[in-house]
T-cell receptor
């Protein structure tokens, strides 16, 4: 099955850029996803990228995909205190048509 | 407004008791999922269902049971056999698109289960 890994914690200052990294193992993954979880809430889909793309930009969010290294990153430009949350990377487990989630990266934004 | 509704938001279980967590969606999604989230950890898959009247075990199914009698509903029962049930439980659903593979999951707001 798929295995997805993320670093656990990132702290940045307000206004800086944040970069959250993720690695996955299944090279047949087609779509890769980023989710955001605020305290006590469910997961909110932020963005996704198709595996034949290297980059996708959506307002302050940029997703970079290095398919050769199976490395995915999420860049948040001009990070705000409202961006403080846990960010999850997810990749398809094609064997059972479900998603495998990383352990989540807690982003802390210092004012 | 379409979405996924989980209830209750908070639930308390006594020793030896079974409790059922509700999950309803009006997105007309085929697939539904249950995850468990422990503090500081990611999501672990308990059960999933791609179609009505069919479901499969995930990675941590022991001590849990589910049913899928209607497309909209996928209730999760936490049985007394689950010795450590305290966690945040998340339900999700998705369109089943095996051809394109783009099937993001949409989540409810979760149920927090605690032991009395």
């Amino acid at each position: 099955g798929e295995d997805v890994e993320q670093s656990l914690f990132l702290s940045v200052r307000e206004g800086d850029s944040s970069v959250i990294n993720c690695t996955y193992t299944d090279s047949s993954s087609t779509y890769l996803y980023w989710y955001k979880q605020e305290p006590g809430a469910g997961l909110q889909l932020l963005t996704y990228i198709f595996s034949n793309m290297d980059m996708k930009q959506d307002q302050r969010l940029t997703v970079l995909l290095n398919k050769k290294d199976k490395h995915l990153s999420l860049r948040i430009a001009d990070t705000q205190t409202g961006d403080s949350a846990i960010y999850f990377c997810a990749a398809p487990d094609t064997g059972r048509r479900a998603l495998t989630f990383g352990s989540g990266t807690r982003l802390q934004v210092q004012p | 407004d379409g979405g996924i509704t989980q209830s209750p938001k908070y639930l308390f279980r006594k020793e030896g008791q079974n409790v059922t967590l509700s999950c309803e969606q009006n997105l007309n999604h085929d697939a539904m999922y249950w995850y468990r989230q422990d503090p500081g950890q990611g999501l672990r898959l308990i059960y999933y269902s791609q179609i009505v009247n069919d479901f499969q075990k995930g990675d941590i199914a022991e001590g849990y049971s589910v049913s899928r009698e209607k497309k909209e509903s996928f209730p999760l029962t936490v049985t007394s056999a689950q010795k450590n049930p305290t966690a945040f439980y998340l339900c999700a659903s998705s369109i089943d698109r095996p051809r394109t593979g783009n099937q993001p999951q949409h989540f409810g707001d979760g149920t927090r289960l605690s032991i009395l």
